[in-house]
């Protein structure tokens, strides 16, 4: 752990109201009380209090900002260290200036990506599960998602986790005693001990393991790949989703030429909606490219929407993207309905069931919540958990409680195979050691340093 003194911008840098530079680390006030000229001396000051300053030259005085400056002494601050955040104006020049004041003085270094976060994991604030679902805050994309990372955020996880690692130590506290006092040791009680101990924790997991899908479907969002013929709404669509005309849409076949990417919620699921070119056979080398590239998305989306013109009888190219979607979960949406009907919908039971298919009419906004439904009744069963559902949406944490049910597999197997209880005992504490790797206990520092390494500047 080093104990130097970190500095970063904690905000977006940009035109904005206000602009905040985080400071800490040991010597956290003593450095910026240097900078900083306010009434009362920033190192005499409590902790928890706002202060009207003016940052100055250390050398000449000169005032270069004024800012509104906060004290948090450890322990009670993020990162259980001494913390000074400077709020100025929200200009580019302005923090950067201030920033490089700081830095100048050698005292104090900029903060390596994650830093903040890291250093309230080393020093107990938070453990590492808690750390992850920081980012999973930052980056989630709908109130849903919010939710969920706010519950990791808060211990939600963690002190699930720690139920059942609690449960394991005592299964290894009783093998432990049972090793060392052969001769007080029945058998066949310890046997089922590990063995019914085992299979409840393996329940546990599982039943954690059941909000994965869901889980990372709130965290990373649903590919989605919008997909039709030329000229049958899908950019209509898009744009009716997103509620924004993010897609060009005329008349002429062939107008999107490339993917378009928009992230969208719907009934708190967020989509990450890809509005393909028109899939066609055409002899125009860009909307070629453009086709391809729409193939590539097809075959890519956890979600094809899948746009017919009810309007029209049904096309070759239409049973073409049918059978290319064969293999995904797909949303057919017979758009224009306000138009008199031509195609005949029984030609689609060969391909997809009656419950897949929504009509709608883009142009006059009707379906939408049909086609929000239909999402919903494909991913969710309908419908998202209560709100004290604890979602496990992290691809680490699946892994490792998947590797975690496989050792206390092999611990139930290895005992009723007859296997010494102190070989036993090595798979059930890996069991033990795969989920302390989830909230830190047990992880190693490089992937400590990998995990924070993903982390913006300045948090």
Not at 383 to 396: F, W
Request: hydrophobic share 45%; charged share 25%.
């Amino acid at each position: 752990m080093n104990v130097d003194t970190i500095a970063a911008i904690a905000t977006a840098v940009g035109e904005s109201g206000i602009a905040v530079i985080r400071i800490s680390g040991p010597h956290a006030v003593e450095a910026a009380a240097r900078f900083v000229r306010s009434r009362q001396d920033l190192r005499q000051a409590p902790s928890h209090t706002v202060h009207y300053s003016h940052i100055v030259e250390a050398g000449s005085g000169e005032a270069i900002e004024e800012a509104l400056v906060t004290v948090m002494r450890g322990p009670r601050s993020f990162t259980a260290e001494d913390v000074v955040e400077i709020s100025t104006h929200g200009g580019i020049v302005a923090v950067k200036r201030v920033l490089e004041l700081l830095l100048a003085s050698g005292d104090i270094r900029l903060a390596e990506p994650g830093e903040f976060t890291k250093r309230a994991f080393l020093n107990g604030r938070i453990d590492l599960s808690q750390a992850e679902a920081i980012m999973d805050l930052i980056r989630s994309k709908s109130d849903r998602a919010f939710s969920v990372a706010l519950k990791q955020v808060e211990g939600a996880l963690s002190k699930k986790i720690g139920t059942l690692r609690h449960r394991l130590i005592e299964l290894l506290a009783h093998i432990e005693v049972n090793i060392d006092y052969p001769e007080h040791d029945v058998t066949e009680m310890t046997g089922a001990y590990i063995k019914d101990t085992s299979r409840e924790v393996s329940d546990e997991i599982e039943r954690l393991l059941k909000t994965a899908n869901e889980g990372k479907i709130l965290r990373e969002g649903i590919m989605t790949a919008i997909v039709g013929r030329p000229n049958v709404g899908k950019s209509s669509l898009l744009n009716a989703l997103s509620q924004s005309n993010k897609a060009i849409v005329t008349d002429i076949p062939g107008t999107t030429r490339d993917v378009i990417e928009e992230y969208v919620t719907v009934n708190g699921i967020p989509l990450r909606l890809l509005d393909t070119a028109g899939i066609r056979e055409t002899t125009d080398v860009v909307e070629r490219i453009g086709v391809e590239r729409s193939r590539g998305a097809l075959s890519e989306a956890d979600l094809v929407l899948l746009v017919l013109n009810s309007a029209e009888p049904l096309q070759e190219d239409d049973r073409t993207l049918l059978r290319l979607a064969a293999d995904r979960q797909t949303i057919v949406i017979l758009n224009k309905t306000d138009l008199p009907a031509a195609l005949d919908e029984r030609e689609l039971a060969d391909y997809v069931p009656e419950s897949a298919i929504v009509r709608m009419s883009i142009a006059e906004e009707r379906g939408m919540e049909r086609l929000a439904r239909a999402i919903s009744d494909l991913f969710f069963s309908g419908a998202i958990e209560s709100g004290d559902m604890t979602y496990v949406s992290n691809v680490r944490h699946i892994a490792l409680l998947k590797q975690s049910i496989q050792a206390l597999s092999d611990a139930v197997e290895a005992t009723e195979a007859g296997i010494p209880i102190d070989i036993v005992q090595i798979d059930v504490r890996r069991a033990w050691e795969l989920l302390g790797e989830i909230v830190g206990d047990t992880a190693g520092d490089s992937l400590i340093d990998q995990i924070f390494s993903q982390f913006c500047l300045g948090k």
